[in-house]
């Protein structure tokens, strides 16, 4: 079946500091990949996303690749602010429908000033 | 107001007791899911809609049921609580589509079963 890995943190960074979680997956036949953020006290929304190999999603400073050779989909920033301070979730939608997305099991990041 | 409102946002009950988590949306979305969150699982899928007349179980549906009572309205029951339901449970709705359909998520509730 589809899966997803990432760290679950958490991750301190000082402000300004360059960011990388690392999300790798397993998935049959084209899957697209999302990036989700949580911040405290609140729902989950969509970063960004790719849908195709070597697509790029960007968002907010935050840029992840498709890399389907690598299958992975980091998530990267070059220069991070305490509002950063969130759990960020990877996410594989398959082809079947959203109902069948599997979310990997969130990164904390905590950035400090 | 946000576009999808869950209530309660906090809620301790006693074990074997039954509770109701509600969930409406403003989107105007057909398609509405019930998740819960633990620390080290992520997310994972109670129960999913895609119309009032259409009800499907996700992968841990066992001591959960739902009821879609109007396109923008979904809840989800514990019938009998247990300690292990103790959790933090996000509604969330999505627009038709598959592969690029982006979920609009709720505030989420917390749940404490004691």
């Known amino acids: 079946g589809n899966s997803v890995t990432q760290m679950e943190g958490p991750v301190t960074l000082s402000e300004e500091a360059f960011l990388t979680i690392n999300c790798t997956y397993t998935?049959?036949?084209?899957?697209?990949l999302f990036w989700y953020v949580q911040y405290p006290g609140e729902g989950l929304q969509l970063l960004l996303k790719?849908?195709?190999?070597?697509d790029k999603g960007s968002n907010k400073g935050f840029e992840a690749t498709y890399r389907k050779e690598t299958t992975s989909f980091h998530l990267e920033k070059g220069s991070v602010q305490v509002s950063d301070s969130a759990v960020y979730f990877c996410a594989l939608y398959p082809s079947g429908g959203y109902q069948k997305v599997t979310f990997g099991i969130g990164t904390k990041l905590q950035v400090i000033p | 107001d946000a576009d999808v409102t869950q209530t309660p946002r906090n809620r301790i009950t006693k074990t074997g007791k039954r509770i109701m988590l509600e969930c409406s949306q403003t989107k105007g979305h057909d398609r509405m899911y019930w998740y819960r969150q633990d620390p080290g699982l992520g997310l994972r899928l109670i129960y999913y809609?895609?119309?009032?007349?259409?009800?499907n179980k996700g992968e841990i549906s066992d001591g959960y049921s739902v009821s879609r009572q109007a396109q923008a309205k979904f809840s989800l029951s514990l019938e009998s609580a247990i300690p292990n339901q103790t959790a933090l449970y996000f509604c969330?709705?999505?627009?038709?589509?598959?592969?690029?359909?982006?979920?609009?998520f709720g505030q989420g509730t917390r749940l404490t079963v004691v």
């Open positions: 809609s895609f119309d009032v007349k259409d009800i």
């Open positions: 790719a849908t195709k190999a070597d």
């Open positions: 998935a049959t036949g084209y899957p697209s």
């Open positions: 969330a709705t999505s627009g038709p589509g598959t592969m690029n359909t982006e979920a609009f």
